[in-house]
């Protein structure tokens, strides 16, 4: 299983149960719970875990999700199914042109049920960098059938979610200490 894949399975299980920031002088600045940015929505779900996110009108979302600066995601989670830990390549296309990238299916399901799939882009800031410069982004998932669904995402107001994103899991600036120290 892919590391940052797992990782992403178990903060979008964890992002559903809200919890409340932590004030403590080595905790990231308090943020909101939650902004509506336009067609996207920033999540805060506690200890320095935050998720920015886009839903389309068939219901699949688009979002990146990190519970600190060195582990974020970029996520897709639709109605097409999809074997856990398998990769799939995938056409991204966007104001700015197209690029071939690979996700990982992870099964994300909590005990009481029995799938729940999201797809993990596997080049993080590719798609990241694509998020944040296009204002509308869509990608082929090939199906069995020798078919392709085409999910497609507004990205009027990532950039301001994303940024939301960032203060939340910015590591917090430890105050100098005036006293001894051994390092």
Same mark, same amino acid.
Request: aromatic share 6%; net charge negative.
């Given at each position: 299983?892919?590391?940052n894949?797992?990782? +992403?399975a178990?903060?979008?299980?964890?992002?559903t149960a809200?919890?409340a920031?932590s004030?403590? *002088?080595?905790?990231? *600045?308090?943020?909101?719970?939650?902004?509506? @940015?336009?067609?996207? +929505?920033?999540?805060n779900a506690?200890n320095?875990?935050?998720?920015?996110?886009t839903?389309?009108?068939?219901?699949?979302?688009?979002g $990146?999700i990190c519970?600190?600066?060195?582990?974020c995601? $970029?996520?897709?989670k639709?109605?097409?199914?999809? @074997?856990?830990?398998?990769?799939?390549? $995938?056409? #991204?296309n966007?104001?700015?042109g197209?690029?071939s990238a690979?996700?990982?299916c992870?099964?994300?399901?909590?005990a009481?049920?029995k799938?729940?799939? $999201?797809f +993990?882009?596997?080049?993080?800031?590719?798609?990241?960098?694509t998020i944040?410069?296009?204002q509308?982004i869509?990608?082929a998932l090939?199906?069995?059938?020798?078919?392709?669904?085409?999910t497609r995402?507004?990205?009027t107001?990532?950039? @301001?979610?994303?940024?939301? #994103?960032?203060?939340?899991?910015?590591?917090a600036?430890?105050?100098v200490?005036n006293?001894d120290?051994?390092?």
């Amino acid at each position: 299983m892919n590391p940052n894949a797992s990782a +992403v399975a178990l903060l979008l299980l964890a992002a559903t149960a809200a919890s409340a920031p932590s004030n403590s *002088p080595t905790s990231p *600045p308090t943020m909101p719970d939650k902004i509506v @940015e336009k067609d996207w +929505v920033y999540q805060n779900a506690g200890n320095g875990t935050a998720i920015a996110y886009t839903n389309n009108d068939s219901g699949s979302t688009l979002g $990146v999700i990190c519970i600190a600066a060195q582990n974020c995601s $970029v996520y897709l989670k639709t109605a097409t199914a999809c @074997e856990d830990g398998a990769k799939y390549p $995938v056409l #991204v296309n966007a104001d700015s042109g197209a690029v071939s990238a690979s996700l990982t299916c992870e099964n994300i399901a909590s005990a009481s049920e029995k799938k729940n799939f $999201v797809f +993990v882009f596997d080049d993080f800031s590719t798609i990241l960098s694509t998020i944040m410069k296009d204002q509308s982004i869509g990608v082929a998932l090939p199906l069995a059938s020798g078919q392709f669904r085409v999910t497609r995402f507004s990205l009027t107001g990532s950039n @301001e979610t994303l940024a939301a #994103v960032n203060r939340t899991i910015k590591p917090a600036v430890k105050a100098v200490s005036n006293t001894d120290q051994t390092l």
